[in-house]
């Protein structure tokens, strides 16, 4: 039987990102399994704003951090630097990701299902109830 | 917001971490924050802090790691810097010892203040001027220096 040992979560603000993290946790939790909370810097364009846009990145993946720590799920954060895809390509195939979970609307779902070498599942807001029934369960 | 190198005292900098194992580091840490009064209860943080190490690696890798705990047993948050000769094992993803820790304490309700916290110090020991320059520090003073400098 398939083991989900490993949850590769794409971190973003706002109500999507928000849905994806806690639905992501929420799996974990259920599962016992560790989450890699993931977030790119896409930094192809220098621009002034780059610190303040890595100092944004670190506060989305310690707020995801800090709601995993009152779960009790296992968490490690990894902060990248590229173009999103093939960073988050990368981090799944680095740690050996069993699943990846994605905001709805972070990416071209087709490029990113194509080059992942785990399943992706993309989760909107609308599927904050199913996190509420892996915790009640 | 408060900036980070002003929840840096002086008193809560060593430049010569004694102790190898990432507990007792933690523990050497924090016993500035302890003797100044920003930790009231000494268990209560230990609790947070050591069940957060178990629950993830707070080694960012780089050399770095920044443990941390936000919880009613703090009084105010505050940092603690030390620096390691030999390197202490703080699982990191990049499988590499942290030479320089950063020891972040928060109180309970100020989560806002912690997260900002924790994401400035990330992004300031992301960068390899600023992780040469602490490495070369020669005093606490020169320490919120290079702080100031790069935050």
Known sequence: MMQLERLILYVLPGREGEAAA??????????????????????????????????????????????????DVKLSLVLEQGDPVERLVEVVAGYSGDLVVVPAGAFPPAELVRRSPAPVVFVGSAAAEAARGFKEE | MTKVSELLARDAILLQIESRDKIDVIREL??????????????????????????ESTGIGLGVAIPHARTPAVARTALAFGRS???????????????????IAAPEDRKT?????????????????????????????EVIAVVQQYE
């Open chain 1, 22 to 71: 806690g639905w992501a946790l929420a799996l974990a939790r259920r599962l016992g399994a560790r989450v890699f909370a993931v977030h790119a810097v896409d930094d192809r364009e220098q621009t002034a704003g780059d610190q303040e846009s890595e100092e944004a990145a670190w506060k989305i993946l310690y707020e995801v951090e800090d709601d995993a720590f009152e779960e």
């Open chain 2, 30 to 55: 924090s016993r500035p924050l302890i003797e100044n009064g920003t930790v009231t209860d000494e268990e209560t943080f230990f609790e947070a802090i050591l069940r957060r190490e178990n629950l």
């Open chain 2, 113 to 141: 203040e912690y997260i900002m916290t924790l994401a400035r110090v990330s992004r300031l020991m992301r960068r390899d001027e600023a992780r040469i320059a602490l490495n070369r520090a020669q005093t606490p003073n």
């Open chain 2, 85 to 103: 000769e030999a390197g202490v094992d703080f699982n990191s993803l990049d499988g590499k010892p942290a030479f320089l820790v950063f020891l």
